[in-house]
């Protein structure tokens, strides 16, 4: 499989602050991530699909001025919560996607916000 | 949006024992994934299945692609302790190969 990692693994911020996350590809370029968010006991909500070079492609009911995504190179993309209210804290967790004919998704580790 | 119907939703058993869960869907499917997710981790690939009729085993884990595509079944042989967790299906209908439907999760909690 694809190595993935997530930074920070948690954070703790205050309301109205920005928090940035990020997502790299350690094993391969991936042209396309995916950021996802995960309440308790709940699947994995996809939010948007981040391409390199070019802009997100969020999902319905997602705010791209709130969810700033930043896809700059074939091993990075962030995340950024802007304004985080408590309503925000949740799991957010990036995938890479392995095409070449194998859709498969390999995840990050998650990060665990918690807005207070 | 669309989601997979998972079952069962949880299954408390004794280590040993074997496991079964299934996905299905109302439209066709061209890829089957399985994943298992730890608590305050993410999701972990299991197996992937790319053709209706295919079995395919990791371990003590097997798993097939239904033969009308709308399906796919995980089983777990001789369970043991850890494998303890939520296993998710996934999968990439025909109309879209980007985006992956989800199922809502199977909790196994098994009993040493």
């Known amino acids: 499989g694809a190595v993935v990692s997530q930074h920070p693994s948690r954070v703790i911020c205050k309301s109205g602050t920005s928090v940035k996350i990020e997502c790299r590809s350690l094993?391969?370029?991936?042209?396309?991530m995916f950021w996802y968010r995960q309440f308790p006991k709940q699947s994995l909500m996809l939010m948007a699909t981040s391409n390199e070079g070019s802009k997100a492609t969020y999902e319905q009911g997602v705010e791209k001025d709130k969810f700033l995504i930043n896809h700059a190179s074939l091993t990075l993309s962030t995340l950024t919560v802007t304004s985080a209210h408590p309503e925000d804290s949740s799991f957010y967790i990036c995938?890479?996607?392995?095409?070449?004919?194998?859709?498969?998704?390999?995840f990050g580790p998650g990060t665990r916000l918690t807005v207070l | 949006g669309q989601q997979l119907n998972q079952s069962p939703q949880s299954m408390f058993i004794q280590e040993g024992e074997d496991v079964s869960m299934n996905c299905t869907s109302s439209s066709i499917f061209n890829t089957w994934l399985w994943y298992k997710q730890d608590p305050g981790e993410g999701p972990v690939l299991l197996i992937a299945l790319y053709k209706a009729g295919e079995l395919t085993s990791n371990g003590r884990l097997t798993a097939q692609f239904g033969i009308t595509r709308k399906d796919s079944f995980l089983n777990i042989s001789a369970s043991i302790p850890s494998d303890v967790g939520i296993y998710f299906c996934?999968?990439?209908?025909?109309?879209?190969?980007?985006?992956?439907?989800w199922g809502l999760g199977t909790s196994l909690a098994v009993n040493p």
């Open positions: 996934a999968g990439f209908n025909a109309g879209n190969n980007r985006k992956l439907i």
């Open positions: 995938s890479v996607l392995r095409g070449g004919g194998r859709n498969e998704q390999f």
């Open positions: 094993d391969f370029q991936a042209t396309t």
